[in-house]
């Protein structure tokens, strides 16, 4: 009988134990303040894009077999160091991951190759619940080509929802994590681990949470020597509580003009740690290099724009934009350079310059 109640009570306490080990919400196994300060004070002010290939529809077609393209990526690369940036921030598709992973292993590591070749550093993303097309879950092989009018037609989440709500699957999603993080937690061409971008958009929801516990325990698990974070993208109060008890540096996204940026960086500066804004520009409501890149640079907060070399997701259009819209006469939305890359506005571009410059001094 005694073993009975024994049994019955550990059987009973695993359940308050394992959800206590995946949905830990402290603070205290993040970088301390000091620490993360240190890094921000031994890297340099950090100015760049979110990169996909001009040629790729999707984050799966970046890093499919079908359609890797690395002339393509050193090419796009190169024009971005000699518009003066460091950094590049993107997805990696887990699907492409889950298909075969000696093959995405040796196309990241090319890819990181080609980041240091180029002079940048390396800032990517797990998972993403971001999707704007008709199908939501991804799938690996040659990918649709883009519907004209339809901004970002075939963007492919990672994993997509259907893993992202089936608890069944997240010990194949913590395999891919915790790989990917051990192969490069001390990798130079790495300076921040992005562990998920906007949970809880589209329809997840509050569905995505679970996971977004689960990835910053994982991440932590393997304690990499980069930080690690997760970007506040919405006002949501349960959300943003756990990014920021959990983010060694700060991250956020602001689409909005410089007084509403301003605020921004006033009410996440408070919390002490660097910050970043690792999604910014949107020029049809004055999210624009003339009017923000400089507050960003006086604030010593790093920021990351939207889109490099116009191509197949069409994010010159804005967000919802659809054929029957067309022809769009419009400012641009996102993106710096046209596809033959030439720049969209060369004042940008010389400000750009001038202002990574000046914060190199």
């Not at 997840?204 to 020597?225: G, I, N, Q, Y």
């Amino acid at each position: 009988m005694k073993r009975i109640v024994l049994l019955l009570a550990a059987a009973a306490a695993f359940p308050a134990a394992l959800g206590a080990a995946v949905a830990e919400d402290s603070p205290s196994p993040r970088w301390s303040v000091e620490k993360a300060n240190a890094w921000a004070a031994e890297n340099p002010w950090w100015c760049g894009v979110n990169y996909i290939p001009a040629n790729a529809v999707n984050y799966t077609a970046m890093w499919d077999k079908t359609s890797f393209s690395p002339d393509v990526i050193r090419r796009e690369l190169k024009l971005m160091t000699e518009t003066g940036m460091n950094c590049v921030r993107f997805v990696m598709q887990y699907k492409v991951y889950e298909d075969d992973p000696e093959y995405f292993a040796g196309a990241f590591e090319k890819f990181l190759s080609l980041c240091e070749e180029a002079g940048v550093k390396a800032m990517p993303i797990f998972f993403d619940d971001c999707a704007f097309g008709i199908n939501s879950d991804p799938v690996v092989g040659r990918q649709s080509e883009p519907l004209e009018g339809w901004y970002a037609w075939a963007w492919s989440p990672s994993p997509g929802p259907t893993m992202v709500v089936d608890w069944r699957e997240h010990p194949k999603l913590e395999r891919f994590v915790k790989d990917v993080i051990s192969r490069h937690k001390n990798d130079k061409r790495i300076f921040l681990w992005d562990l998920y971008n906007e949970p809880t958009n589209c329809e997840l929801k509050k569905r995505s949470l679970p996971l977004l516990r689960k990835v910053f325990a994982w991440a932590r698990e393997v304690d990499p020597s980069q930080p690690i974070t997760s970007g506040i993208w919405n006002d949501d109060r349960e959300l943003n509580e756990i990014l920021l008890a959990n983010s060694d540096v700060v991250t956020f996204h602001c689409y909005k003009n410089a007084k509403a940026l301003s605020a921004e960086i006033r009410k996440l500066k408070a919390h002490g740690r660097p910050v970043i804004c690792t999604e910014w520009m949107r020029r049809p409501v004055k999210s624009t290099v003339a009017e923000c890149l400089g507050l960003f640079a006086d604030a010593d907060v790093g920021c990351l724009s939207w889109g490099l070399v116009n191509g197949k997701t069409q994010t010159h259009l804005p967000w919802g934009h659809r054929p029957e819209n067309l022809p769009y006469v419009g400012a641009w939305q996102h993106d710096l350079y046209r596809g033959d890359m030439s720049p969209y506005d060369p004042l940008e571009i010389e400000t750009i310059k001038a202002t990574v410059k000046r914060k190199s001094r």
